[in-house]
């Protein structure tokens, strides 16, 4: 049998935290012969739910799971831990300004860059869920330095999912037949879903999605528009956020990260920026990676119209304009 790996898990307490747990319980995120240790944290308002949430996890007796460590010492949460999954931060409330947001969260992920960077495995592989979550990613990338920068991502795979599966709809497809959309740049309503370079498999091979739905409209407007606002759709119907598909969403970002893409494929992460696309250095933006041997790589050479060059370009203003914001909050 597998040696165990260490997962933590920040925010666990919460909506995704209860979503995921199982899940990575279950060996959905790092495979089905791979036994983990779960590392909960939480902070000590939540103490009695984060218990709650670790009795249960018991009581589910998964086989791979070995142990459950829930425990609001952040020290005590990231010892020895090979994969960090960051949900944990401060929401934005109602009538809040995004600086105001930010000056919540920035200290958080300096404090916990911390602690990581000390306690957690020298490869540790950390991913940002939490909003805003490339600029945590960026303050997390800040202030652990000692950790490889490509260890330090972010979530953008639900707005990747959520772009297939509406492809899927429209084409009347299934799901898994469509591949190669691209999430680029910033988790927020700036991002904008690429399908220029996306397929699907039908009888007749791989067919661009351009080809099948020649609607520019559709794809220049009604596409983008919902894929960027689908967050906000979740919350309007269910009253709270997206939980379990932003569970699933991070599930497969590390599963993909950890055991590689298929062939052919890529997927979209939050990633520290090397320039790729002209796209500036020193922030974490979203681009297609493929993943080999637990390393992910930008896909290069993709060719790029006008339209998506400015809108790549305004997302990137957007998170430059964050990061501007968020280090005037560490002061
Ligand atoms: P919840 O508010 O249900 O849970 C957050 C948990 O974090 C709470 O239990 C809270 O006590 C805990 N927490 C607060 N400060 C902490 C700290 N310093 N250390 C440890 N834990 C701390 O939010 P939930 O719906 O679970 O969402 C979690 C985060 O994911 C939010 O920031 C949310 O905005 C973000 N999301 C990001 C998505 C993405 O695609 N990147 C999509 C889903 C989600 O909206």
Known sequence: ??????VLVTGAAGQIGYAIAPMIARGIMLGPDQPVILHLLDIALAAEALHGVKMELLD????????VHATTDVTEACKDVNVAIMLGGFPRKEGMERKDMMSKNVPIYKEQASALEEHAASDCK???????ANTNALILKEFAPSIPEKNITCL???????ALSQIAERLKVYVADVKNVIIWGNHSSTQYPDINHATVTTPNGERPVKELDTDDHWLKNEFINTVQQRGVAIIKAR???SAL???SAACDHMRDWVLGTPKGTWVSMGVYSDGSYGIPKDIIY?????CEKGKWSIVK????DEFSRAKMDATAKDLIDEKEVAHSCLN
């Open 239 to 241: 009253k709270a956020s």
């Open 286 to 290: 979203s681009f297609p990676v493929k």
């Open 245 to 247: 598909s932003a569970a």
């Open 301 to 304: 050479g993709l060719k790029i």
């Open 156 to 162: 953008t795979r639900l707005d990747h999912n959520r």
């Open 60 to 67: 589910a007796a998964f086989p791979l799971l070995k142990e």
């Open 1 to 6: 049998e597998k040696e165990p790996m260490k």
């Open 126 to 132: 950390v991913l940002v869920v939490a909003n805003p």
